[in-house]
C-alpha cells in the first residue's frame, strides 16, 4: 500500500498466457498448481458474492478449476486466461446458486455495510462548528519503510481485512488490486456499471487503509510506552 492506497500484485501480463497455456495443456502440474494459489482466493471472494454460503463458494471454486482443465481446449485467447477463468466461475456461481434458490444477483442492491459512510463521520467537523465538513482528525500519514509494509505481519492483518469486507467490496477489490483487472474487466465481469464499480473500489480501499492506519497508530503507541 502506497500512500493510502493498495499496491496491485500483478500476475504475469497477458502475453505470459501462451505459455502457460501449453503448459497447462502438456499437464504441467506445477504450472497448474500456481495458478490455483494466485486465483482461488479472488475467486472465493467472487463466488461468495452469489451463493449463500462459503461452503457452496468452496465448491464452485472447485467445479470451476475442474472446468477449465477440461476446457483449455477451448481457450483461444481472446481475453486474459485469468478474465476466461473468472467468466467461467461466475457461470458456475450463477448457476448453482439459481439451484440454490437463495442467490442475490451480484448487481442489485446493496448489503448494508456498503451505503454507509466510507469514512466515519465523527472525523469530520460538525455543522455547529468552524470549518463545518472539513476534517476534524485527517488520515494519519505513515512513514514505515516498504520492508515494514511487506511483512508478514502486516500481509496477514490486510488479508483478514479484506477476507472481512462485504461480498461486492472484496470481490471488486480483489479483480482490481490482488490481480490486477482493469475496471472494464471487473464491471463486465460482475455486471456492474462503472459508477458502482468505482464507489465499491473506494469503499473497500478506504476500509482497508484504515486497518493499516489504526496498526500503525498502535505500533507508534506502543514504541512510546516502551
Given at each position: 500500500m502506497e500512500g493510502g492506497q493498495t499496491t496491485p500484485m500483478r500476475p504475469a501480463p497477458r502475453e505470459a498466457d501462451a505459455g502457460l497455456v501449453q503448459a497447462l495443456r502438456g499437464g504441467d502440474e506445477a504450472a497448474f498448481a500456481d495458478l490455483v494459489t494466485r486465483l482461488t482466493p479472488?475467486?472465493?471472494?467472487?463466488?461468495?458474492g452469489q451463493v449463500p454460503s462459503r461452503a457452496v463458494a468452496e465448491e464452485v471454486v472447485q467445479e470451476t478449476w475442474l472446468a477449465v482443465l477440461t476446457g483449455l481446449d477451448r481457450f483461444e485467447g481472446r481475453s486474459s486466461l485469468r478474465?476466461?477463468?473468472f467468466a467461467i466461475l461466475l457461470n458456475?456461481?450463477?448457476?448453482?446458486?439459481a439451484r440454490e434458490s437463495?442467490?442475490?444477483p451480484f448487481s442489485s442492491a446493496f448489503p448494508p455495510e456498503d451505503v454507509g459512510p466510507t469514512v466515519d463521520p465523527a472525523r469530520f467537523r460538525g455543522p455547529d462548528q468552524?470549518?463545518?465538513g472539513h476534517w476534524a482528525s485527517p488520515p494519519r500519514g505513515w512513514d514505515l519503510p516498504e520492508s515494514a509494509l511487506l511483512s508478514s505481519e502486516v500481509r496477514v492483518l490486510?488479508?483478514?481485512?479484506?477476507?472481512a469486507l462485504p461480498p461486492r467490496q472484496r470481490a471488486v477489490v480483489h479483480l482490481?488490486?490482488?490481480?490486477?483487472?482493469?475496471?472494464g474487466e471487473v464491471c463486465a465481469l460482475l455486471g456492474l456499471e462503472s459508477g458502482n464499480q468505482r464507489v465499491l473500489l473506494h469503499r473497500g480501499r478506504a476500509r482497508l487503509r484504515q486497518v493499516l492506519?489504526?496498526?500503525v497508530l498502535e505500533d507508534r503507541v506502543d514504541e512510546a510506552r516502551g
Open positions: 479472488a475467486m472465493l471472494a467472487v463466488a461468495a478474465t476466461w477463468v458456475v456461481a450463477r448457476s448453482r446458486g437463495r442467490t442475490i468552524e470549518w463545518s490486510l488479508r483478514a481485512a479484506l477476507d482490481r488490486d490482488v490481480q490486477g483487472l482493469e475496471a492506519e489504526d496498526y
